[in-house]
């Protein structure tokens, strides 16, 4: 029982770090970083100390995945519309709206595994299902709209990057899924990360990006790397060692009510009522969707 707590605990820490990724992201854009140089720095950095972790406590998975060719292509694939394109959509979603928009905006992303899943299998949505697509649905509209029909309370960019963050963090859990049941996620995720931010940096040629070094920057970085991604997914790791890949899961959820708060509190970010009003309903409908998971998880291990 103390386990659990301590893994509970462990695994809500680690969903708050995540939230604090994205507001640190804003500041950096705040400051004038390009969210291209943003993107190739948080992948390279921690993609290296994620293998460097990998190469200490899991070594055999690390040089087993580096000889299997097929599933460096797959780790390829995963590195670029799993990892790169979805940090890209991510940050430019909240270059375009503010760091919790964009977090519950990408949190739309369990409706579209849903959705997948259901047309993969052939399968009809349950009435959970069919409930969680609705508020998710009603979510978004409002956060786009405030209620009104004839505009768009965000920017048409802001949503469309949204949207399509949502849509590639999707592929980065769809993608990886039988690379990491053979070689673990610690070494398919560190080097997906390295690969991703290699793509970016020689693809996009960010090094060419204006780039100032100072305490801010450092901060915002520290953020957004050393807290937001490092620490966040090692503890969240830890976590699901501790209370398994479903609980661990719906515990991480708070990501996106961790961000709301910290895009108050650091940024002075203001939210309408209708704002609120849609990111609970996308909240309410991803909760439903995890607690379903968690039934019945525990009804087949019953």
Same mark, same amino acid.
């Given at each position: 029982?103390?386990?659990?707590?301590?893994?509970?605990? !462990?695994?809500?820490?680690?969903? %708050? &770090?995540?939230?604090?990724?994205?507001?640190?992201?804003?500041?950096?854009?705040?400051?004038?970083?390009?969210?291209?140089?943003?993107?190739?720095?948080?992948?390279?950095?921690?993609?290296?100390?994620?293998?460097?972790?990998?190469?200490?406590? @899991?070594?055999?998975?690390?040089?087993?995945?580096?000889?299997?060719?097929? @599933?460096?292509?797959?780790?390829?694939?995963?590195?670029?519309?799993?990892?790169?394109?979805?940090?890209? @959509?991510?940050?430019?979603?909240?270059?375009?709206?503010? @760091?919790?928009?964009?977090?519950?905006?990408?949190?739309?992303?369990?409706?579209?595994?849903?959705?997948?899943?259901?047309?993969?299998?052939?399968?009809?949505?349950?009435?959970?299902?069919?409930?969680?697509?609705?508020?998710?649905?009603?979510?978004?509209?409002? %956060?786009?709209?405030?209620?009104?029909?004839?505009?768009?309370?965000?920017?048409?960019? $802001?949503?469309?990057?949204?949207?399509?963050?949502?849509?590639?963090?999707?592929?980065? %859990?769809?993608?990886?899924?039988?690379? !990491?049941?053979?070689?673990?996620?610690?070494?398919? !995720? $560190?080097?997906?990360?390295?690969?991703? $931010?290699?793509?970016?940096?020689?693809?996009?040629?960010?090094?060419?990006?204006?780039?100032?070094?100072?305490?801010?920057?450092?901060?915002?970085?520290? $953020?957004?790397?050393?807290?937001?991604?490092?620490? &966040?997914?090692?503890?969240?790791?830890?976590?699901?060692?501790?209370?398994?890949?479903?609980? &661990?899961?719906?515990?991480?959820? %708070?990501?996106?009510?961790?961000?709301?708060?910290? &895009?108050?509190?650091?940024?002075?970010?203001?939210?309408?009522?209708?704002?609120?009003?849609?990111?609970?309903?996308?909240?309410?409908?991803?909760?439903?969707?995890?607690?379903?998971?968690?039934? !019945?998880?525990?009804?087949?291990?019953?």
């Amino acid at each position: 029982m103390a386990e659990k707590r301590l893994g509970t605990l !462990i695994t809500l820490i680690a969903g %708050i &770090a995540w939230g604090l990724s994205g507001v640190s992201g804003q500041y950096l854009i705040g400051r004038g970083m390009s969210v291209q140089l943003i993107t190739s720095m948080r992948l390279m950095v921690s993609g290296l100390v994620l293998l460097g972790l990998c190469a200490v406590t @899991a070594r055999r998975n690390l040089l087993a995945l580096l000889k299997n060719g097929r @599933a460096m292509l797959a780790v390829c694939f995963f590195a670029l519309f799993g990892l790169a394109l979805n940090q890209l @959509a991510y940050l430019q979603a909240i270059a375009y709206t503010n @760091a919790a928009t964009a977090t519950v905006l990408q949190y739309l992303c369990p409706i579209l595994v849903l959705a997948y899943t259901c047309l993969k299998d052939r399968q009809r949505p349950t009435g959970v299902e069919v409930i969680s697509i609705v508020l998710a649905i009603v979510g978004t509209f409002f %956060i786009a709209t405030h209620g009104q029909l004839t505009e768009l309370a965000i920017t048409p960019l $802001g949503l469309a990057w949204g949207l399509f963050s949502a849509l590639t963090y999707a592929l980065y %859990i769809i993608l990886p899924a039988q690379v !990491i049941d053979q070689y673990g996620s610690l070494s398919v !995720i $560190g080097l997906g990360m390295l690969m991703g $931010g290699l793509m970016v940096t020689f693809g996009l040629q960010t090094w060419q990006e204006p780039f100032q070094l100072d305490s801010g920057s450092v901060f915002g970085l520290v $953020g957004i790397v050393g807290v937001g991604t490092i620490f &966040a997914y090692t503890v969240f790791l830890k976590g699901v060692t501790m209370v398994g890949p479903v609980n &661990a899961s719906l515990l991480a959820s %708070i990501e996106p009510v961790a961000s709301i708060i910290f &895009a108050v509190w650091l940024v002075n970010e203001v939210f309408t009522s209708m704002d609120l009003v849609g990111m609970v309903c996308i909240l309410l409908a991803v909760l439903l969707i995890s607690l379903k998971d968690r039934m !019945i998880s525990e009804k087949s291990i019953g």
